[in-house]
T-cell receptor, first 111, second 113 residues
Framework: GQQVMQIPQYQHVQEGEDFTTYCNSS?????IQWYKQRPGGHPVFLIQ?????EVKKQKRLTFQFGEAKKNSSLHITATQTTDVGTYFC???????????FGQGTTLQVKP | SAVISQKPSRDICQRGTSLTIQCQVD?????MFWYRQQPGQSLTLIATANQGSEATYESGFVIDKFPISRPNLTFSTLTVSNMSPEDSSIYLCSVAGGEVEAFFGQGTRLTVV
């Protein structure tokens, strides 16, 4: 079946360092979404990317969607302790319309 | 954005019993989904709750174990039946904002002892 792979699984950074998580799908996606889950919380929608090669920014966060619509990345510039949490990508299958979640990247930020 | 109320927020249950989780949305939505998030894991889709018809289950999930109701466009329930410790997870309902994002309830943290 369709899979969405996300790396790395864990990332520890010093506050102020940058952070990137990568997401790859085994099939073409109609769109990709990113969520953040704080410890003890539920996933919160961050952004959706739809177009091939699309780049969107939210303050220190930059999201990219690959040209082939099979991969995506989230980059955080100058991390802060408030960035701590698990970041999930979720690809929407072009075939089934279902959201398939990646395994998530858990970010720890040392002050 | 949709506001989703899910309850209970957490529960500790004895093995062999059943727990019903409720999900209430503040507006009518077409698509409602139930996910499971095992400790330290990602989200796995259990089923799509269909209004007026039987839920559509994903591979590995069956109606006898996870019966779902969807009596109207704002409400759904998921029952975890005949629970075992392996069912200890966070259960989340979500709704789709059109084809856009998914809004999640705050989740139900279930511990089976």
């Amino acid at each position: 079946g369709q899979q969405v792979m996300q790396i790395p699984q864990y990332q520890h950074v010093q506050e102020g360092e940058d952070f990137t998580t990568y997401c790859n799908s085994s099939t073409t996606l109609s769109n990709i979404q990113w969520y953040k889950q704080r410890p003890g919380g539920h996933p919160v929608f961050l952004i959706q990317l739809v177009k091939s090669g699309e780049v969107k920014k939210q303050k220190r966060l930059t999201f990219q969607f690959g040209e082939a619509k099979k991969n995506s990345s989230l980059h955080i510039t100058a991390t802060q302790t408030t960035d701590v949490g698990t970041y999930f990508c979720a690809g929407r299958s072009s075939n089934t319309g279902k959201l398939i979640f990646g395994q998530g990247t858990t970010l720890q930020v040392k002050p | 954005s949709a506001v989703i109320s899910q309850k209970p927020s957490r529960d500790i249950c004895q093995r062999g019993t059943s727990l019903t989780i409720q999900c209430q949305v503040d507006s009518q939505v077409t698509m409602m989904f139930w996910y499971r998030q095992q400790p330290g894991q990602s989200l796995t889709l259990i089923a799509t709750a269909n209004q007026g018809s039987e839920a559509t289950y994903e591979s590995g999930f069956v109606i006898d174990k996870f019966p779902i109701s969807r009596p109207n466009l704002t409400f759904s329930t998921l029952t975890v039946s005949n629970m075992s410790p392996e069912d200890s997870s966070i259960y989340l309902c979500s709704v789709a904002g059109g084809e856009v994002e998914a809004f999640f309830g705050q989740g139900t943290r279930l511990t089976v002892v």
